[in-house]
């Protein structure tokens, strides 16, 4: 075989690889858009799923919120009552705690 032959036996033969190769790499492209299709998809269905979750979490601190100002409302309400019917020992409470806490700071 001379030296034309091999040459142009080789030509047909690089043009072949190329085309397979080109027909390999849209197959991987295909394969690759196909997985950023699903990974878009799940990407979309994690993120809704976050959504909901989020939405349910806020509303339940948001009735734990009103429920504790409901029992801060309460307390005061019954502190006031206790105020009212004893005012005095309430006034001498305070006083012996101010004099506990004087005494504790005087120490340092």
Excluded: F, N
């Amino acid at each position: 075989m001379s030296v034309y032959e091999q040459q142009s036996t080789s030509v047909p033969h690089r043009e072949r690889d190329s085309h397979e190769e080109r027909g390999i790499r849209h197959d991987s492209g295909d394969r690759m858009a196909s997985a950023a299709r699903e990974i878009r998809d799940d990407a979309s269905t994690v993120v809704s799923e976050v959504g909901q979750t989020l939405r349910a979490e806020a509303e339940r601190v948001a009735d734990l919120a009103r429920s504790g100002g409901d029992q801060a409302q309460e307390v005061y309400q019954q502190a006031c009552g206790i105020v009212r019917r004893h005012p005095t020992a309430v006034v001498l409470g305070v006083l012996g705690l101010g004099v506990i806490i004087g005494r504790v700071i005087a120490r340092r």
